[in-house]
């Protein structure tokens, strides 16, 4: 199979002909949904559903509305245009190159080290904020908008949102600041798609009735078809007449809108509607599918209007997908064991914030409903709601992407632990792979954000029976907060244990014997890195002692004592931060117990994680396995390539 | 002067008097607004003017709603109630000393380490709920009805909202998710008293329409005047009839209801109305003219019922308050640079939380009212909204207290972070002094939850020269984010500088010198307690030097290995959490520059700070000079008091 896309010089050819602004914004969005389909395959990963629901908006608005093609991305006189979720930025990125903004090689390395990330960030030309956790794109919008004002500045703000945004708060937050600030050089536009994550917002929260909300929170309303060009001109013509409070047009879409395949929901075995398109590239046998369609869709439109073929060149092959071999996704495990220990006692609830198939909860959904609360894209809600909960004596799992619970529902997540009940935090999308998402969603701080918690262990497991050993240890055994720190993809390799292995509180285990340096890590990303450094060094002569540390702020001082004895060179590897991680952690404890050494080192992010995929991320950042073994040993090593088995990337 | 309190005998009288439940209820809330007052005054402060505009309701749902004094606290079947502002406790331990839960030596202890805190914790018998930061209330009680339902329990649940709350997101959320979870056994009360802090509601960030916002949000909604008993009694009863909604009843009531002069705000001098009863206890002479008209209220009322004179018993005396002698304020310093900076600058802005007098930001307000955003009680919009005025060039300062700020918004901050902008955060009441409050309000996380953003610095000023040159610095030079950490009450003492002290980046300064110890700390609080403790010890021949250091996540080498040098004990004082404070930052400093040392100790707080006057708080964390001395010298120390010249209190 090949690639093939559009390029800019057929983009133009439509821009310049005598075609309406109507019918050049509807052949212009259908050739951007092509490229965007293109380069989320290609990327492996990314938001259809979303980039395609929106798309007739978006360009609409650059086409028709933006000064930006006149005055620039630069000027404080020019039109800003964001989306305030961020996940539809592929789709922006088509238009950006169709607009000459990002040249064809920018446009086919979504997802990578040297290209655009999977969410907006202002490295690429054109955007204009970062975004991709929810709901804060009212707020920045508002601030761009009080600037120009303040400062005498030209050009409008428009704020495209998801519909699963609105059930975040600070949405409302900034509805009714906005309205009360008098700021009425703002549009937010609605995507109403219908689904969030994988199935309906009716469903898992139910926003609805948007419109009653935005006019009881101040705002003009208008309600359209988001996919008709006539009706999204009028909204923004009629917007632009009010001028007394800011404008809300709610426009609603249909998710995938352009591919039939991508257009409709599929019944669960419940009945209940599920989308398969929110995230995830097509396989490739859909991408075919895919690419005929809009393909004879743009030639069938563009003849129509007598423009001739749109042509489609070749951009390069791509061999077709083989079925992946069989890993371990510890998340399983983790969902797997709730199951078994909800089969032992009643009082275990699991919440969930929109994301139970990636948090592996689908298990725990279908077999008890009764105590399953599916609370959608409300994580200080949820947080708050599982103190109550436990105020009750239930012991509630609390679980979400690791970057949103700890950081967003920080707060809520301290009211809770200061009432000394108990709530395991089940913290996903750990650590900096998948990389593929950006650094809204990698999460690299959240050991930290936690650990001035008095209450509050955090652990993060190597392997599926680690995995299940500590969640048995949260919910039976522990006596204060736990956070389970999860990597969300596949294990690049399976951690092996020892036999008849035990979790023993603040102790980890050795799992590679040696003497000429010491390295503490956690989590199969950064095990299988050192324990591929490892493998290098002892044929260097080098034997690396690699120790798995799951408990990362609880350390028992005989273990550490005894594992660091006759140790010289100490290393604290970190999916993290280099701030506020395990290495700390260790190195006070190495000090409060006089554990002597001659250097210590923590090896982890001091900036933000980069987008890519994960074996280049890891070299970015120097954390790969030969990076590791140049740190360990201050020496330069044989740069065969080490087998990087990385491929599946977390959806959000 | 003195205390006069009513015993909890009258209020039996009262209770089992043959009066009808609403006059009963109207005599009991009379008699529990006096013992609150009193409980304040004694206390040094407290919100008088919010637990006085829910007291009828309060007193309404005890007498005669809520199962709790038949079943007891502590039964699965109990009614709940809990007020999710928090401050109005005080006025809810006047009714749980009149109803026999906690003691008359408990009521006369607010804000006292052996007394309950200044806003509710679990360790109160009667209290439901830890609040204290705004906006969790529905979300826990959401939690707790919830539960009820899951495990089959009896009792219904009710929250008290403050009118300010509405303007958290959170709020929102759980509006939304308790409506689609179908979760009907909620009744939310929403004590409407017009004022947030100091401002009205309306002019801060206005909430209304309520009413609208309550139905589009799919509540019941019924609206009444929360100071009329008849009326609450009929919108609970009626209440009790929707089975098929969560229930909002907006209780319109007068902030400081009961006593005339707490009843009315004054204009400020731009004719704008400001509340100061808010928080903080009245004067000696207010305290007389309100004591006298309580008790003229309730004997009249009493007599005309029929029941005689209430007999005030007297309690102890107590010596009138002395006018303060001058103490320096940190922030006075940080609002009036911020003044002279905005006169050099036009592209200086500054943002608010409805902390505006608490911050000392009045001064920028009135004298650059075009460039001071008022943002209400939304801090994630504040911070997003920040983030959009940097992106177009503005120096946004973000101002509110630490302990909300960092972490409410945390994730908000780490977004602008990303896009490399600049944005100063002022964090108010950073430490565990004042600790009357409670511990949603002394913030010892915030260094810790800002750490492992890569381009922020935290700097932490000693006094208010170190303080002006901070905010010059961050406004002026600084090429990252900045977080001004500060103290927010009276420094216990004016930390001397050297002459011509120049404010150099990375490195403190040795306040004292001294060869047998080495400790770095910052800020007044803790600053002026190793200088005490520095006192004590150099007459016992022990020399100690202290370092100022500022810098709190930034630390020069060099600087570090002189200052160090010759030093074998090194300590870090933290007024914050042993974790994540500079302590761990140093210590790292230390073992990667090969600095050698015997002894390396990080003296800040393990637990969650506690609640009570300065010097008995410093002294229960062993953070007091004495404390001090010993935890240095490893030996006991000749306890003569050291002198804490703390007392006024920080409201919110």
């Known amino acids: 199979m090949q690639f093939d896309i559009i390029k800019k010089t057929e983009f133009d050819k439509v821009l310049n002909s005598n075609l309406s602004q109507k019918q050049k914004s509807e052949l212009f969005a259908a050739m951007c949904r092509y490229n965007c389909f293109v380069s989320v395959k290609k990327a492996g990963s990314g938001h259809l559903g979303s980039s395609f629901s ?65 969410h907006p960030d202002l490295k690429t030309k054109g955007i204009e904020s970062n975004t991709g956790s929810l709901g804060m794109g009212i707020s920045k919008g508002k601030g761009f908008a009080w600037a120009k004002k303040y400062s005498g500045s030209e050009g409008r703000v428009f704020v495209l949102t998801g519909d699963g945004e609105f059930q975040e708060g600070q949405i409302y937050e900034s509805m009714q600041s906005t309205s009360h600030q008098k700021i009425t050089n703002i549009t937010v536009i609605v995507d109403r798609n219908k689904f969030q994550t994988d199935r309906l917002v009716d469903s898992i929260n139910n926003i609805e009735d948007l419109s009653a909300k935005g006019l009881a929170f101040g705002w003009n309303v208008q309600r359209i078809n988001g996919n008709n060009f006539d009706e999204i001109q009028n909204a923004i013509r009629s917007s632009k007449l009010i001028t007394d409070k800011p404008k809300l047009i709610i426009a609603d879409t249909v998710k995938g809108a352009g591919i039939s395949f991508l257009e409709s929901g599929n019944k669960d075995e419940h009945g209940e509607l599920l989308y398969k398109w929110h995230s995830g590239a097509p396989d490739d046998e859909h991408f075919e599918t895919g690419v005929n369609e809009l393909k004879s869709r743009i030639n069938k439109t563009s003849q129509s209007l007598g423009l001739g073929d749109i042509k489609f060149s070749f951009y390069e092959e791509f061999n077709k997908q083989s079925p992946l071999s069989y890993r371990e996704y510890i998340t399983d495990a983790f969902g797997d064991e709730l199951c078994n220990l909800a089969d032992e006692r009643s009082d275990l609830v699991v919440m969930d914030a929109d ?74 999308f750990a650590g900096m792979i998948p990389a593929g998402p950006g650094k809204s969603h990698q999460s ?209």
């Open 355 to 428: 994301l139970s198939a990636d948090c592996k909860l689908r298990k725990f959904e279908f077999k008890y409903p009764e105590r399953f609360i599916e609370n959608g894209i409300a994580e200080q809600d949820m947080v708050s709601m599982a103190g109550g909960l436990a105020r009750c004596g239930l012991i509630p799992v609390v679980s979400s992407f690791a970057s949103f619970l700890t950081s967003r529902a920080n707060e809520q997540i301290y009211n809770n632990a200061c009432e000394h009940t108990k709530i395991i935090y089940a913290t996903h």
């Open 444 to 652: 690299v701080r959240d050991i930290s954000l936690l650990g001035a918690i008095p209450n509050m262990t955090v652990i993060q497991p190597c392997n599926s029976l680690e995995m299940r050993l500590a969640v048995r240890y949260a919910v039976n055994d522990a006596t204060e907060n736990v956070a389970l720190r999860m990597v969300i993809g596949p294990s690049p390799r399976k951690i092996e244990l020892p036999e008849n292995y035990s979790f023993k509180f603040g102790e980890g285990t050795v799992l590679t014997s040696g003497n000429d340096a010491l390295v503490f890590a956690y989590g199969p990303v950064i095990l299988h890195e050192i324990l591929s450094a490892q493998e290098i060094l002892s044929q260097n002569g080098f034997s690396l002692k690699v120790v798995n540390m799951p408990w990362l702020n609880k350390i028992e001082s005989n273990w550490l004592i005894e594992v660091c004895s006759g140790i010289n060179d100490i290393f604290v590897l970190e999916d993290h931060s280099n701030f506020g991680g395990l290495g700390d952690r260790i190195l006070y404890e190495l000090v409060r117990n006089g554990i002597k050494f001659d250097r210590f080192e923590k090896i982890g992010l001091d900036d933000y994680p980069a987008c890519g995929v994960p074996h280049e991320v890891l070299k970015y950042h120097r954390l790969d396995s030969h990076s590791l073994c140049e740190r360990i040993t201050s020496k330069t090593i044989d740069k065969t390539e080490s087998n990087h088995i990385y491929s599946v990337e977390a959806p959000q």
């Open 54 to 118: 929106a798309m007739d908006i978006v360009v609409y608005l650059y086409l028709n509305e933006l000064n930006i093609l006149e005055l620039g991305t630069e000027s404080p006189d020019r039109d800003i245009y964001f989306s305030s979720k961020g996940h539809d930025v592929p789709g922006l990125y088509a238009v950006f190159y169709a607009l000459g903004f990002i040249d064809e090689k920018q446009l086919m390395s979504l997802r990578r080290i040297d290209g655009p990330d999977g």
